[in-house]
Every structure is written in structure tokens, then in C-alpha cells.
């Protein structure tokens, strides 16, 4: 079986407040039923009681999302699921993301004619594109500061025991599912000089890893046990990972080797 069509590497977990965890569960579950049935990347689970979350000294406007979830669509596969994903968007509990600031002026890195979505000021921005060629794409996307975007591919590239596939000199994607209509993907994307990384609190990534004793003094921030197979940790620009630990024999050596060829910059103490 090919990698790219075994179980997820990767999930997306929402943090949610009390109550709310079962609407943004189908919520997810209905946007995504027409394009990936099959791909179970979403997982929502509630909060015991709201947090506060307090902005941080950076002004917003020199702040980007830390992540995103875009859908490249095809129109020739008909209008009318085109059309019925961008209506949900369009309902509660979907809210509008603001592409200006309080000045009516536009965001930084966001195109006049994009539009973005969010369950919640603290879960990915969401949008949608239309291609006319090639497999059709959900790319979740973290935005990494100018500096950390080389550490950054080298982490995920560790994390995963898989090479990015570089497209530009400031993108790069991992395949972390495919089939030869649709496409799962992990991107990082560098952000311009002095714009800083605005982390999404509810937002968290759980990756599958193998030899976990290995990877974790590799880790750029501390990695605290949360369970019995699973730990706590953070990437260069605060995003929340969690690790599970996935066992397999039959390909548990390959972990050894990308923990020991992997070279990351020495960790920072503390969480940012």
C-alpha cells in the first residue's frame, strides 16, 4: 500500500467551548462529506469552561493567522457542489473573516478578492479556490515567521520521516494522503520580514510518530506527557503539536534514521 493512502500521519484537532463541540463537529463533517468522505482529518472535542485569551504584545495588523484550510475545488466536477460548499460558508456557525483592519485597510498577505471564513477566532481561517487541472487539494497551511521557515520544513520533516516537496523558495508542502482525484496536504509558507505568527489557541496538531525517545530531545520546546501515548509540544512559532506515539516494527527503523540525521536549532527554554 502506498504511504500516501495509509492511515493519516496527521489529524486536526479544535478545542471548542462547552456545549458547541457536537455543532462544529457536523458542521466539519458536512462541509467536507462531499469532497473526502473518506478522510476523517477534523476531530472537535469541548473545553470544561471558556478561556481568555490575551492578545499579545504585537500590534494584529503585523500578524498572520498561524493556520489555514483551503480547498482547491474543481468547477467541472459541478457547479452545484461548488456552490453548496460556499453557501455553508456563507451560515452560522461559519463567521466572515475580516480581510481590513479597524482603518478599512487591508490585511497583510490577504488578496482583495479572497474571501476567508472561521468557526472561531481562535480555529484555522478557512477559503476556498477553483482549479482547472490536477487533483483537487485540502491543504492545511501553517504560516511561519521569516526566520523559522527553514527550522520549521526540518521539524515537520523530521516529525513526518518524510522530505517537503518544494515548490517555492518559501513554500513547501508534504502529501499526506492521495488518490488519484484528491489530495491531502501539510504546507508550511514563509511569512515577509517583521510580520510575526498569530498562533491559533484552539487549534492543535496530532501527528503519528514512531521512536518518540528518540525525536523528543530534538524538539525545539519541551514535550510534556499528557497520557500514556501521547505528549505536548509546540513548533518555532508557538503552533501546538501533539505526538502520538504510532507503533509499527516494520517501519520503526526509518524513525531512527531521520532522528539521527536531522539537525534543528537548539531549543529556546520554555514555551513562548
Known amino acids: ?20 463541540g457536537s455543532l462544529l463537529q457536523r458542521t466539519l ?48 466536477l459541478g457547479e452545484d457542489r461548488l456552490f453548496r460548499v460556499l453557501d455553508s460558508l456563507q451560515h452560522s456557525p461559519w463567521q466572515c473573516y475580516p480581510t481590513q483592519d479597524t482603518w478599512g ?31 483537487e487539494i485540502l491543504r492545511v497551511t501553517l504560516y511561519c515567521s521569516f526566520d523559522n521557515y527553514e527550522d520549521a520544513i526540518r521539524l515537520y520533516e523530521m516529525i513526518l520521516q518524510r522530505e517537503a516537496t518544494l515548490q517555492k523558495n518559501n513554500f513547501c508542502f508534504f502529501v499526506l494522503y492521495a488518490t488519484k482525484s484528491f489530495a491531502l496536504q501539510l504546507s508550511l509558507k514563509q511569512l515577509p520580514p517583521g ?6 489557541e484552539s487549534s492543535v496538531l496530532q501527528f ?54 536531522s539537525s534543528l536549532r537548539s531549543p529556546p527554554s520554555g514555551f513562548k
Open 1 to 20: 500500500m502506498d504511504e500516501t493512502q495509509g492511515p493519516l500521519a496527521m489529524t486536526v484537532h479544535l478545542l471548542a467551548n462547552s456545549g458547541h
Open 29 to 76: 463533517d458536512q462541509l467536507l462529506d462531499c469532497i473526502c468522505p473518506e478522510v476523517r482529518l477534523f476531530q472537535v472535542s469541548e473545553r470544561a469552561s471558556p478561556v481568555k485569551y490575551c492578545e499579545k504584545s504585537h500590534s494584529k495588523r503585523h500578524r498572520f493567522p498561524g493556520m489555514s484550510v483551503l480547498l482547491f475545488l474543481h468547477k467541472s
Open 105 to 135: 485597510r487591508l490585511c497583510p498577505y490577504l488578496f482583495a478578492n479572497q474571501e476567508f471564513y472561521s468557526l472561531d477566532s481562535q480555529m484555522p481561517i478557512w477559503g476556498v479556490r477553483q482549479v482547472h487541472c490536477g487533483s
Open 195 to 200: 510580520m510575526s505568527v498569530d498562533p491559533k
Open 208 to 261: 503519528k510518530v514512531r521512536e518518540i525517545g528518540q525525536l523528543v530531545p530534538l524538539l525545539p520546546n519541551p514535550c510534556i506527557p499528557i497520557s500514556s501515548t501521547r505528549w505536548q509540544t509546540q513548533d518555532y512559532d508557538g503552533n501546538k503539536i501533539l505526538l502520538q506515539r504510532w507503533e509499527s516494527s516494520s517501519v520503526a527503523q526509518t524513525g531512527v534514521q531521520w532522528c539521527r540525521h
